[in-house]
């Protein structure tokens, strides 16, 4: 049973570009959600999708997007990358009050 | 707004002895509370979690924790302490809303060092 796989494992970008994170859930999870984590700190809640929908969003701005497909995999969009947009970022799955479960994140860097 | 304070940047210990691991929140409701555990370079693991019933929680590796409302504390505990036990902990809470845990909400994690 494969859990919460991210693609790509590491990326580098330049400053304005746009990057698309993959992410597809624990078999049975209908629930995604995406965290940044900035090197030397907790990670911090993005969004996260249900039915694909947004459902419930942090405190980051429009540039960062979303999308949830039927198969409940889900995409990570940032639009105008910044340097300060340099993290691992975090897909986690889950299904009503089961456990929450992470991949192993995708880098990304920023130059 | 939730949130969640973990007081120890850096714990070291040695191999064998014991650990605790400090966790305070801050939420309005009854929290959904979860520990997780990150080695370098990797994702987070989940240790153990609090959703209701009994207040210690037992967990994976060794690992428990127990909710004390009073407090507003989620202390990670571990008798003896492995080696491979070194990595970086979280305890993070969770936005309970129709029996599922919505948001969570980190601490800034505690790093900890396990002496040979």
């Known amino acids: 049973d494969a859990g919460v796989t991210q693609s790509p494992t590491h990326l580098i970008k330049t400053r304005g570009q746009q990057v698309t994170l993959r992410c597809s859930p624990k078999?049975?999870?209908?629930?995604v959600s995406w965290y940044q984590q900035a090197l030397g700190q907790g990670p911090q809640f993005i969004f996260q999708?249900?039915?694909?929908?947004?459902?419930q969003r942090g405190n980051f701005p429009d540039r960062f997007s979303g999308h949830q497909y039927p198969n409940y995999s889900s995409e990570l969009n940032v639009n105008a990358l910044l340097l300060g947009d340099s993290a691992l970022y975090l897909c986690?799955?889950?299904?009503?009050?089961?456990?929450?479960?992470f991949g192993e994140g995708s880098w990304l860097t920023v130059v | 707004a939730q949130s969640v304070t973990q007081p120890d940047i850096h714990i070291t210990v040695s191999e064998g002895a014991s650990l605790e691991l400090r966790c305070n929140y801050s939420?309005?409701?009854?929290?959904?509370l979860f520990w997780y555990v990150q080695s370098p370079g990797q994702g987070l693991q989940l240790l153990l979690k609090?959703?209701?019933?009994?207040?210690l929680v037992q967990g994976i590796k060794g690992f428990e924790a127990e909710f004390k409302r009073s407090q507003s504390s989620f202390n990670l505990r571990k008798p003896s302490v492995h080696w491979s036990d070194a990595a970086e902990y979280f305890c993070?809470?969770?936005?309970?809303?129709?029996?599922?845990?919505?948001?969570?909400?980190f601490g800034s994690g505690t790093q900890l060092t396990v002496l040979p």
């Open positions: 986690a799955s889950s299904l009503l009050r089961n456990t929450i479960y």
């Open positions: 078999s049975g999870h209908d629930t």
């Open positions: 999708y249900y039915e694909e929908e947004e459902r």
């Open positions: 939420y309005g409701a009854t929290p959904y």
């Open positions: 609090y959703f209701s019933g009994d207040t």
């Open positions: 993070a809470v969770g936005e309970s809303s129709s029996g599922s845990a919505r948001q969570l909400t």
